[in-house]
């Protein structure tokens, strides 16, 4: 991103969405009701796996049952957005993984965050805007360096869970 004349807000909105994703390693369970915030939410845990996950390791990084994923999978699938599929590690199990409408959902809803905080940084101002990223990256940093979860960032770290017991 230059600091010449051209300020890039969508540049500078994309960091600060990076740097509030990194404060979700340290925060508390998600509340139970999960009807938008948790498809949201599982949406954006398959997108950063597009391998697919087993439902258990979703459930994990959504910080919900494995009941109430399952849910959340069940409707997710009936839009289009997410598919089931036979783990290549073990046969019993399944992984999750987006679709083509899922990946495209996610582009979509990104868009249209990424230009509301562009609108909240044009506001605050090019150098207010710098400074709440710095520090809101170093906060991330900060948070992630004292979780103790196994996860950073919401998303479970490695493999697909097709190994975990059920």
């Given amino acids: 991103m230059a600091r010449g004349d051209e300020t890039s807000w969508s540049g500078l909105a994309q960091q600060l969405m990076d740097s509030m994703h990194g404060l979700k390693a340290g925060h508390g369970s998600h509340p139970k009701d999960m009807e938008m915030r ?9 997108h950063h796996h597009p ?18 994923i399952t849910k959340t ?5 009936g839009r289009g957005l997410v ?3 036979p783990s290549p590690k073990d046969r019993r199990s399944v992984t999750v993984r987006l679709t083509e409408a899922g990946e495209t959902e996610i582009a ?11 609108q909240i940084l044009r506001e605050l101002g ?14 991330a940093e ?3 360096a004292h979780a103790q979860t196994g996860y950073v960032g919401g998303c479970p770290l490695g493999g697909d869970g097709a190994d975990e017991a059920r």
């Fill in 73 to 77: 999978i069940d409707q997710l699938e």
């Fill in 108 to 118: 979509q809803r990104s868009k249209r965050i990424n230009g509301y905080l562009e």
């Fill in 142 to 144: 900060i948070v992630s």
């Fill in 83 to 85: 598919e089931r599929r």
């Fill in 38 to 46: 948790g498809e949201i939410n599982a949406l954006h845990v398959l």
């Fill in 51 to 68: 391998e697919g996950v087993t439902p258990t390791v979703l459930a994990r990084a959504c910080q919900v049952s494995t009941a109430r």
């Fill in 126 to 139: 090019e150098k207010d805007a710098r400074e709440l990223v710095r520090i809101s990256t170093r906060i």
